[in-house]
Every structure is written in C-alpha cells, then in structure tokens.
C-alpha cells in the first residue's frame, strides 16, 4: 500500500497507475482494473496526473462522489465487469478541498476468480501488467488461468483412453522402492503393484470402473513417449557443473527419474545438509507447481554462482503469502501427492519458508522469488553467498549515512512494488549493509510512512 498522504514520493510503476478522470471514467480504467487483478495487484489513482519529471500530483476532480457512484455501478455490472473483488475499504476519497481524489486498490485476484475480464468474452477482455503498462492477455495465458479455477484437482483425474503400458516399469518399481524406504512400517509394503498404485494416486478409477493413469502418475511415472504425446509442451532442462565445465541438457524421462537425477547432483556438490535440503524443497516446489500444459519447459541449474529454478505457471497466490508459510494451493496435488509419499513436500504452506530458513544459513545469500509474464514463469534462485564489493547506492558523509529524500523514494518505490519487504531482502536487492537498511526503515517508521509486522516492514495506507 502506497503513502496517500505523500503521493508526490511515487512514480507510476507496475503496480501504480494514475489517470486524470477529468472528463469522467477512462475506458483504460477497467484495463487496468483486469491487469492488477490478473497480476500483482496494484492502485488506481483517479484524479491525479503524472508531471513532467514523473512526479503525481492531484489535479481539481470536479465531483469525486458522483464519479465514485458510478464506478459501483459499473464494476458490479457483471455484463460488463466479470467480477468485482474490491471492498468498501479498498475504494476511498482521498484529500480535501480541490485536492481530492479517489484511490483503488486492487488486490491480486483468487485463483477461482481469474481471469478477471471486462465485457463478455475472457479471450478478448483479459489483461495483464508489466513493466510498460496493460497488455492484453493472448489465449494461452487465459487458457492457464481457466484451468487453475477449478476446485477440483485436475492431475488427479484419470486420463481418458489412458493405459496402464503408458507407465513405465522402471519408474515404478524404483518409486515404490523410495516410498518403502520412507515409510517402512506402513501397510504399503503388502499391497500388490496395482493396489500400491492406486493408494498412491498414480492410477485412478474412471466412471466405467477402469483403472487408468492420472495426469499426474502419467507425469511421475510415465514413459517420455507417452508423456509428450499428451503434454506435447513438457520439456525438461538441467545446467550442472562438471569437471570439464558445465553441461546442459535436456532429459528425456519422466518427473521422477528427473527429480533423482537433480537431486544426486545436489547431494554430491552441496556442501551441508541445510542446504541440501532447501535444494530438495525447492526442487519439488517448481516440479509440484509447474503448468505442464505451457509453452515452456522447466528449468534447474547448479552454478558456481548458486542454484535456480524456473517452472512454467505463476503463483497461485501472492510471492508474500507463500513466503510467509501456512497456506498451500499446490498446482499439482497430485504430483504433491506422490512426493509427499517420498518425504518431499508436506502440503502444509511450508515449503518457502523452509527453503529460506535453511538456505540462509552458514553465509549463504537471501533466496530471491520472481514471478513474471509473457511468459508465465516463478523462478527461484538460490545465491550461494552474498555478493561482496558493490558499490552503495547512498552516499555516506564522514562513515555515516547521508539520508535524503531521493533515498526515501528508491526504498518506498521498492517497497510498494512488494507490498512489504523485510530487512535482508531490501539489502540484497539495494547493494547496501543490513545495517544501514535497518536505520533507513526505522527512521521512515518515525516519520510514519511505514508500519512494521513481524519482519516485515510496508507503507502506510
């Protein structure tokens, strides 16, 4: 949330928009209103307009009330707003007098809402943000979002005309060799092959009462002919290093036989076993939470400089909640499922966290999460240190901290593109000592343009 107070301290951003209204509602208003929704979130800001040095000032609304009555009218008039997700408080009149203007701030929308669109038609009505403005969404990135609204687990479903022959033997008896090794005591270990499956969610059973492979043991387990003819998009990439250099290839092999693979080249380059595990969790996050239906494959690389990992399909919530932990809406429950069974991923909303908590540890650099748009991906990257010898971006007077308003702007604009940040990650993305990010935050909470919330510090609204 922006500072309404100081809107002059802003630029217009990816997750800020200001438009004059002067001759009422824009027709830009609801491209907006679809892009933020369908993005990260944002603020609209009615009634002020961007100066010649990029700053926002309010101009003279000449009736803010009636320009507000009309705003309800319309984003509740589903023939021509698919979906309002905006409350009471989230729409205001800012200001007094001839200053005044009205600010709305548009949450990113649910799953189940998405998309969110303008007039009658998805295709045609949906938009997104990026750096450069509103763009209209092509019809894959529609089709993406319409798959992830159903409630009901998609990979879980057994796949029509699926066969059994489809899935490979290999991979089934060295998963269910894994499982048992996990889970020794369990009644798994006296199930037939068929019956093992079944528990384990690889195959399914359909109307007719035919057991056939889901989308996700097809995944896990399938043989890459097979998998490819149904996902003609999978595609699986992995960038390690080796003694001649560094390779990279692309696999044939199904999810399981690729999460092995991955994980034996961490086991044998990582050097300590809390980062070996933030490497397995976030290994199984993008393979859980990848849109094996995109037009892009998934990507794993262990570099001299760290590990990353890049999987088609967006967060099915804000970076924000998922690094905080305790909510999960995995892509892929099935898939989830299935690693669940190995002791990789829990389901509980604290997979983030646990890569942060433990890859943190023993001097090694904060995890950075991105999410981007055309195309769709969430990458996750893991620096194997802090980088060392960059130049401040503040300047310091006599060792100490020279403190201005152009300093103020850069961590309030960083801030606001986040909704909130914490201390390590402003440090790391500024170039600047955690402790002088700490006196710069704590002097903007006395002043009363931020608020702080466990770690976390945002702006006042």
């Known amino acids: 949330m922006i500072d309404l107070k100081n809107v002059e301290n802003y630029r217009e951003n990816n997750r800020i928009e200001a438009k004059k209204a002067l001759g009422g509602l824009p027709k830009s208003l609801w491209e907006t209103y679809s892009a933020f929704a369908n993005t990260y979130g944002g603020v609209i800001l009615l009634g002020v307009k961007e100066e010649a040095d990029k700053s926002l000032h309010a101009v003279r609304l000449p009736d803010p009330e009636k320009l507000l009555a009309e705003f309800w009218g319309i984003i509740n008039d589903k023939s021509k707003v698919s979906v309002n997700i905006l409350t009471q408080k989230q729409v205001k009149i800012v200001g007094v007098g001839e200053n005044r203007f009205i600010s709305i701030h548009v949450p990113r929308a649910s799953r189940f809402d998405k998309p969110v669109f303008i007039g009658s038609d998805p295709f045609l009505g949906s938009y997104r943000r990026t750096g450069e403005g509103d763009y209209r969404c092509e019809e894959e990135e529609v089709k ?202 829990s389901g509980t909303g604290s997979g983030i966290p646990s890569v942060f908590a433990n890859w943190c540890k023993n001097g090694r650099g904060m995890p950075v999460i991105r999410e981007s748009f055309r195309p769709e991906r969430v990458n996750v990257i893991l620096p194997y240190a802090m980088e060392t010898g960059r130049k401040n971006l503040f300047k310091t007077k006599a060792g100490k901290l020279s403190f201005g308003e152009e300093e103020k702007r850069v961590i309030i604009e960083f801030i606001t593109e986040r909704i909130s940040a914490t201390v390590g990650e402003i440090s790391l993305a500024l170039h600047l000592p955690s402790a002088e990010i700490k006196e710069m935050l704590e002097k903007l909470l006395e002043d009363g343009v931020l608020k702080k919330e466990g770690n976390a510090y945002s702006l006042k609204s």
């Not at 993406?144 to 990979?155: G, N, Q």
């Not at 080249?265 to 990582?270: I, K, M, N, P």
């Not at 967060?315 to 932990?325: E, I, Y």
């Open 144 to 345: 993406s979002m319409i798959r992830d609204a159903t409630k009901v687990a998609e990979d879980m479903r057994p796949l029509p005309d699926g066969d059994y022959r489809e899935l490979e033997k290999k991979s089934i008896s060295s998963y269910r060799q894994a499982v048992l090794k996990n889970r020794p005591s369990t009644l798994l270990a006296q199930l037939s092959e068929e019956d093992f499956l079944f528990k384990t969610g690889v195959i399914a059973r359909e109307n007719t009462g035919k057991l056939r492979p889901t989308k996700a043991g097809l995944l896990m387990l399938g043989q890459w002919k097979s998998i490819k003819e149904r996902f003609p998009n999978f595609r699986l990439f992995f960038e390690t290093r080796t003694n001649e250099g560094k390779t990279k290839k692309e696999y044939r092999e199904n999810v399981f036989s690729f999460f092995n693979r991955v994980s034996e080249d961490f086991r044998a380059t990582l050097l300590d076993e809390n980062a070996y595990l933030a490497s397995l969790e976030a290994l199984t996050n993008c393979l859980i939470n990848a849109d094996y239906n995109a037009k892009s494959g998934i990507y794993v690389t262990n570099k001299k400089s760290g590990l990353s990992f890049s999987n088609p399909g967006g967060f099915r919530m804000s970076v924000d909640q998922a690094k905080s932990g305790g909510v999960s809406d995995p892509r892929n429950l099935g898939l989830l499922r299935l690693f669940y069974f190995l002791g990789a991923g």
